[in-house]
């Protein structure tokens, strides 16, 4: 009786094992489509200005005046403080007064030397005198060149006690007050150009091939959510980096308003397009022993297909190899196939 018994178990679970294998998978299905496919790589970067100069005394003396402060927006040439120029004035008084003094002696002699050129010709001066004259005629020239350069500059000087913005920028940085004694070369105001921004991005040193100049860049910020800023590759440095082992490139752009240099930014660079790319979603290949599968839908049974796979993005693969436009696979419930396996479909 106990022998009987284990006979009729057995052969109720090879029944049962044989009724789950012939039993039907339900699954969904999806279609092979085609779509223009980028490739992407998104990385982060720091803002920061195309230019930030820092202004420094052409001249030394006492601040009496300062018309800027950290904050303020400026323009190209705005003046923004003020030197005592009373012993530039003095300088400049007394350049022009040897340049009167020389400018006259110049006219003498060279009176002086028509004279002398005329009595040559009658043979009434000697040689030795007509040269003579004509060296103190050229020495004069001489020191009215350099008496006019000592006017320019004293002229120059009298502009440099006014500190003017080289472009038009905020200041970020002022370093005088009224009364303030300073030398020359004293760094006075900084200043930060807030309308033409750049961003260095640095990317894997794998990447070397695909970067280059003109891609397009899309570029969002913490500091203005609502903003994405749309661009190109200006420039790609020439070296990979030998600390981080990165390569970096240079992304130009004007502020649209509200971004600040100094925030961050996440970058999105396409780094190609693939025109008529095969996809599909991802949840429809199935990674088996052999590499990628999916199952095509023959009827009411399926058939393991082997498929080479490149792009995924938003959650859809694309198909190198393996497929053509139109073939219809399982998605929903492909884990659990096949090849041959029987199914049914509910696409609900």
Known sequence: MVKKAKLILFTVLVLSSSQ?????????????????LTE???????????????????????????????????????????IDPEKYRLQLAQSKAEMARL??????QEL???????????????????????????????????AEAQLNNSNRLIEETEIKAPIKSKVSAKNIDVGDFVQTGIIVFELVDTDNL???????????????????VYLTTPTSIDQLIETTIKDIKPDVNSNSRSITAIVDFENPGSWVPGASTQATITLSTIKNALVLPQLSIVRRS?????????????????????????????????????DIV???????????????????
Do not use: H, W
């Open 20 to 36: 789950v294998l012939l039993a039907q998978i339900t699954i969904s299905t999806t279609t092979v489509t085609s779509m223009n």
């Open 40 to 82: 992407e790589e998104s990385v982060m970067g720091m803002i920061y200005s195309r230019a930030s100069p820092s202004l420094a005394t052409e001249v030394s003396g006492r601040v009496i005046e300062v018309l800027a402060d950290i904050g303020d927006e400026v323009n190209k040439g705005q003046v923004l403080a003020k």
């Open 103 to 108: 400018s006259a002696l110049l006219i003498n």
């Open 112 to 146: 002086d030397l028509k004279r002398a050129e005329e009595l040559f010709k009658d043979s009434l001066v000697s040689a030795e005198m007509i040269d003579r004259s004509r060296a103190e005629y050229s020495v004069l020239k001489e020191q009215i060149n350099a």
């Open 198 to 216: 750049r961003v260095a991005l640095s990317f894997p040193e794998y990447l070397n091939l695909k970067l280059k100049k003109g891609l397009d």
């Open 290 to 326: 052999i590499g990628n599968v999916v199952f095509l839908v023959n009827e009411n049974r399926v058939v393991q297909r082997s498929v080479s796979t490149g792009l995924q993005k938003n959650g859809l693969v694309q198909i190198i190899s393996g497929l053509k436009k139109g």
């Open 330 to 348: 399982a998605l929903d419930g492909a884990g659990f196939l096949t090849n041959g396996s029987e199914i049914s479909i509910n696409n609900d």
